[in-house]
């Protein structure tokens, strides 16, 4: 860059990146500080204890069921919203019609609140009335209990992948759409297959665009807290505790209040690693040549 354009540019970038240091990079700074203290986020002295809360993390049998649950929104979650989302991606890079309104359809769960989808599938699933149930029992089959100790978090899942799905197809789909028609046509005279195009042409084509979506998959999955907290109703079970969840209850508590902010703190710094061991990885992975059109 020259001289000339530094002095222009930077002057723009200061306001912005002054907010970002002081609502993000200082409040981060300083919620690992409070990671080695014992505090109640009440009083004005925090007792320091060094790597004492992060000692707890390692024998914490409730940290380590929320993480493998955050593993499984992440791994098995992600699976399906990319496998989904490679099926809309392949189908409508085959030109069918009405291609604007399939994206209004899947990505519609995008613009209604967690909470409020949370709710809905909450009645999904009831035992008695639930939607799920009413079909079992329409075709003699035994209803299931799908908010139960053994399945809620699993019925979690499935909901998420359901409402996450549109967003991350509608990014695959606009990498596809930069993608020239002639290229597909050219491929279908040829006696390509549809999975071959989608092989061959549209996933390497789109290779940047899908790096960033799983990144960004991956980023949310790990901080996901609202959906799966108005989930699991006014107390939700710790069964169904993902990493974050856990560290807003142990700081602020449920109907009984905790207030355990150091020991919370260590639990969020725990997930500001797996954050960045995800994107370095993703990034490592995906890293290959880009196909310029």
Do not use: C
């Not at 222009?8 to 002054?18: E, H, I, K, V």
């Not at 009083?43 to 409730?62: A, C, Q, R, S």
């Not at 700081?251 to 355990?260: D, E, S």
């Amino acid at each position: 860059m020259k001289p000339g354009m530094k002095k222009l540019t930077l002057p723009y970038l200061l306001p912005a990146m002054s907010l970002y240091l002081i609502f993000f990079i200082g409040p981060a700074i300083y919620g690992v500080w409070i990671s080695f203290h014992e505090w109640s986020g009440f009083t004005e002295n925090m007792k320091f204890v060094g790597l004492k809360n992060y000692g707890n993390i390692v024998v914490d049998p409730i940290y380590w069921q929320s993480f493998l649950n955050m593993i499984l929104i992440l791994f098995v979650g992600g699976l399906f919203v990319f496998l989904i989302g490679f099926i809309f991606t392949s189908l409508m890079s085959q030109g069918v019609t009405a291609k604007k309104a399939i994206r209004a359809i899947i990505f519609f769960p995008q613009i209604i609140a967690p909470i409020a989808l949370a709710v809905v599938w909450n009645y999904l699933y009831r035992y008695d009335i639930g939607f799920f149930n009413s079909i079992l029992t329409s075709i003699g089959l035994e209803p299931v209990n799908w908010t139960g100790p053994n399945n809620i978090m699993m019925s979690a899942v499935i909901a998420i992948i359901w409402y996450s799905t549109g967003f991350y197809a509608i990014i695959l789909l606009a990498g596809v759409d930069k993608i020239p028609n002639t290229i597909f046509e050219s491929a279908r005279v040829e006696g390509a297959s549809t999975l071959t195009i989608f092989m061959k042409i549209t996933l390497p084509l789109i290779w940047d665009v899908m790096s960033i979506a799983i990144i960004l998959w991956g980023i949310n999955a790990i901080r996901l807290f609202d959906f799966l907290f108005a989930f699991g109703g006014a107390e939700p079970p710790s069964r169904m505790w993902n990493t974050a969840m856990y560290q807003f209850i142990l700081g602020f508590g449920q109907r009984t209040p905790i207030y355990q902010l150091g020991y919370s703190s260590a639990i969020a710094v725990t997930m500001i690693f797996v954050v960045l061991l995800f994107v370095i990885t993703g990034r490592k992975l995906f890293k290959r040549e880009v196909y310029e059109l």
